[in-house]
């Protein structure tokens, strides 16, 4: 999605300014099309989005931003803050500062081990995301914003050349102290094996009480710059939620304006069977923004009901 | 209203920009002053808001384009959306993409019937739409967004010279099938009287079993440059709303700043009393974009108690 | 806040719009901290907000305009707004129109008494608020939105050299008559004393039998460039909500990047104990739109308990 960087281009040519003290960039998104739900019902589907990227530097070098969409606006019932009611937490935002020391982001983010583990959404999209909603989907998200939890992160993240580390913290009951937090930690790594740039990646979240622990690892890697392939494990010490294990792979191919995908997801229950499910997804460009986009979810109530969409993404 | 190109406009003047993606357009409008409800009390009144505007064209040469207004982001309630919840269709926008083949819109946009029948608005505005909300008044939208139907419409239409045309679908259950859907057809024409351009509209919807069908027809004409005439007529085949007919005319006069107009409608029943409202509106423009706005409407409840306002309307 | 006037900056660089109809400003802000609330609970903190602030200017020279914040586009439930309950009057949102004649501003904003009298907020912010929320904070606003009342306040202001007066009308029940409106006058004055300005208020506000009447006064002035000192006191005719009188002060220093500040409040009662609390707040500017921000209330919920807060608020 492309940013728009409104005050600091018209600030720019504007001498009558003082000063930018910071930018509000405008950018915004559009689907239209049809999608066939988990009841086989084919409908017409449409969306809009607005969202506002905030961003200033202050005189000593420390860059700070913030995000917010246009829907995210009225999210009382979703803030998790429990007093005083009138207080919004605006989730579904997020505010950062950084600088030399690194990055702290605070909101609506990723926890250690989901920001150190690759997701399996093929990085192409689809209008209603059937490719990374079915049941088993893998985005490494599993130990954020669970019940309890308040949905507000805190990650600390810094880089050292081929090296990455991030810790986060997730309160469960706004700092009330009957209910474990959840911390993390992840660490990335790029290795170049053979003359191919591999990411891998390593997190552990623990929630003590409340949800247990899980350590996760991904690899990913472009080969002949077009495909791309990731694998991604999670092992959970879980008895809250019966999980023990969830295992992603994808597979995508990326050429001029055209990208393919497919993934595939698998959870191993500590009580009970395993189920699994893939997604699929293809996109073709046709340049200015706009993307005819297919996608397929195999399974996306856990019923064994499948889910697709075709349409138009538009991005401004 | 007048549109602001937030990205072409600075992107043209920017290097620095490798290639415009599309532009999110950003206009505002506010409304201020009193009104006097059905019940007789006169109180005051203020409205603001903001509309965004996105439009792109692809590599190909086809446009592309969103509608989003700012009191429209949390429609969950009223999407229509029957599964799953969290799926928001964000009524009250719309999405298009047009080019030689014609256009095709997707939303909270005019069926076939409405898109071809002129509105008995008077191109004029009141703060608080006194002239077109009394029970009579004639839009044309008679077939449009009724019990059942998602308020999601899928229009194309496309014009050769004088004559255009467009088909329209709205879904009555989210594509369930167990309610019939809408489809509906328009024809526009711009016959030269007499050295006098009349825009005629001819359409039909219909609902199948739902709320039947409806033909209509209209046509409107300006003369000597001041005075504008409209008159519509439609008639039903609707057993389920007791509707047989629905007739509208309006006379607006505008003139350099001014701009005065009443509109009249009148609604057949299949069993009872027919009924009709009238409205009346006044404009002046300050320039700059303010205009102050009287309206009246005579019937705005069914029971003949009357509405009026008096304000200023501004648009950014 | 900056605020960043989209629309005339970029029609003065663009010859293909024919005239500017007004600019839509847009401006938003962030904060990102912790906070301990009335319960001791040390928690995340996170927030974030877009402005829209729109204005124009008649062809004869009336400036008029309107401002929204991106959290006040759905507000039904407190709209005030009896009949018809699909009309929305956006609370939180207030139009103005200005000209020769004064200015005329409708919608949120302060009542006359309000208008007239000094906050004792230090001019300073709190993520939180903590410093302008404490029970008995004097912020002149007792008469103003209370229960019964729609939030709609028109307010009239003018100036006339160092002397400026505003009258007010709030409406208490849309208009139905049944219970009384609030009226307002006030009065402001700047006068020497001494080579030192000080900036006098006086104000008085009757809701009739609603809540009663208030007339109050303050005083505020800045020394030495760097102290400024505020007190205010309100003396209410009020048996209904049992208030005797409010009076509050306030210490604020400003030097270079730092600013810290106290406040106190104290309200005297019908009948039983009188209750004050007092706040404090310092903030230090990191530049470019950050700042360090703490703030401390002394009893938040009447009950004694305690809040306060530390973090960075951004301003965009």
């Known amino acids: 999605m492309k940013k728009i960087l409104l005050a600091t281009t018209m600030l720019a040519g504007t001498a009558g300014f003082a000063a930018a003290e910071g930018a509000v960039a405008l950018s915004g998104s559009a689907e239209m099309g049809i999608w066939s739900d988990a009841y086989g019902d084919l409908q017409f589907w449409q969306d809009v989005e607005v969202?506002?990227?905030?961003?200033?530097?202050?005189d000593g070098g420390l860059e700070f931003g913030a995000v917010i969409d246009l829907d995210e606006t009225n999210v009382d019932a979703a803030s998790g803050q429990d007093y005083p009611s009138a207080y919004n937490d605006d989730s579904g935002t997020s505010v950062y500062i950084s600088g030399s020391f690194g990055k702290l982001t605070l909101g609506d983010t990723d926890g250690a081990l989901d920001w150190a583990?690759?997701?399996?959404?093929n990085g192409l999209t689809s209008i209603t995301d059937d490719h990374t909603t079915h049941v088993a989907w893998f985005g490494g998200s599993d130990m954020d914003g669970k019940a309890g939890a308040d949905g507000q992160i805190l990650r600390y993240e810094n880089t050292f050349g081929a090296f990455g580390f991030a810790v986060s913290l997730e309160q469960a009951d706004e700092g009330e102290g009957l209910v474990d937090d959840t911390f993390g930690i992840g660490v990335k790594y790029t290795a170049n094996l053979g003359g191919t740039d591999v990411n891998l990646g390593l997190g552990y979240q623990d929630s003590g009480d409340r949800d247990g622990s899980a350590i996760g690892v991904s690899a990913a890697a472009t080969f002949g710059g077009a495909f791309t392939g990731k694998i991604g494990y999670i092992s959970f010490d879980d008895s809250s939620r019966n999980?023990?294990?969830?295992?992603?792979?994808?597979?995508?191919?990326?050429?001029?304006?055209i990208g393919v995908g497919v993934n595939y997801g698998k959870v191993e229950q500590v009580v009970g069977d395993s189920y699994d499910s893939w997604g699929a997804v293809a996109n073709y460009d046709l340049g200015g923004g706009a993307k005819v986009e297919f996608g397929y979810g195999s399974d996306v109530n856990g019923l064994g009901d499948d889910q697709w969409s075709l349409g138009i993404g538009m991005s401004f």
Chains 1, 2, 3 share one sequence.
Request: aromatic residues 8%; hydrophobic residues 35%; charged residues 20%.
């Open 51 to 58: 969202k506002f990227t905030m961003s200033g530097t202050t």
């Open 117 to 121: 583990l690759a997701d399996m959404d």
């Open 243 to 257: 999980l023990d294990s969830h295992i992603g792979a994808e597979l995508t191919y990326v050429s001029g304006p």
